[in-house]
């Protein structure tokens, strides 16, 4: 079965700095990741997806991630980090046609 | 565009007492899930549904119990509380990933707490 480690639980990261949140995948195979992002209160809001092709994959909200299949990694990268970004991000793994295994988040605060 | 809808946003309940989470989505997705979040744990699937009528338990089912009885609704049941299942239960929505690689798509959650 796959598995996602998420290995930050929280970051601290200061208006415009950039950001980088580190994840790992377990799974035998080319998997299917996501990027989710929670806002206090709400839902998951997807920021991008890699099925297949280009390992850079741009999202929305000017986040971008990298599949690195070497290192089982697809780390989610922001050039300059606004106040709004502060929440709770979700990396997930799909391998299954129904099934999605999603680590334990990683909290971003943004200080001013 | 009303997406994934999940009824009520809020409930407080005695141990032992049973309700219903509803689940409604308006995008014509053949599989439906329910997950719980909890602080540290991210979210674990409860029980999931590949279509009308067919439903399949995921990772922590025990204590839950969920239909499918149309399309767009998927309802799950507590039949007897327990402090145990405090917790904010999300319903997500999906076409199969593998057949048009579309992701899931959530509610806005339900916080549940058992007293």
């Known amino acids: 079965a796959q598995s996602v480690t998420q290995p930050d639980i929280h970051i601290t990261v200061s208006e415009g700095a950039s950001l980088e949140l580190r994840c790992n995948y377990s799974y035998g195979a080319t998997p299917y990741l996501f990027w989710y992002v929670q806002s206090p209160g709400q839902g998951l809001q997807l920021l991008l997806k890699y099925f297949s092709g280009d390992t850079l994959v741009q999202g929305i909200k000017g986040f971008e991630a990298e599949f690195k299949r070497s290192q089982s990694s697809f780390n989610l990268r922001k050039p300059s980090v606004h106040w709004s970004d502060a929440a709770e991000y979700f990396c997930a793994v799909g391998a299954d046609d129904y099934k999605l295994s999603f680590g334990a988040g990683t909290t971003v605060t943004v200080r001013a | 565009n009303a997406g994934v809808t999940q009824t009520p946003k809020f409930r407080v309940l005695k141990t032992g007492q049973s309700m219903t989470l509803l689940c409604a989505q308006d995008?014509?997705?053949?599989?439906m899930y329910w997950y719980r979040q909890d602080p540290g744990m991210g979210l674990r699937l409860i029980h999931y549904s590949v279509g009308e009528g067919t439903t399949a338990k995921g990772e922590v089912p025990d204590g839950y119990n969920v239909s499918r009885l149309k399309k767009q609704n998927f309802l799950l049941g507590l039949e007897s509380a327990a402090p145990s299942q405090t917790s904010v239960y999300f319903c997500?929505?999906?076409?199969?990933?593998?057949?048009?690689?579309?992701?899931?798509?959530f509610g806005d959650g339900t916080r549940l707490s058992i007293l």
């Open positions: 997500a929505s999906s076409y199969p990933q593998g057949r048009s690689n579309q992701p899931q798509h």
């Open positions: 995008m014509n997705h053949e599989y």
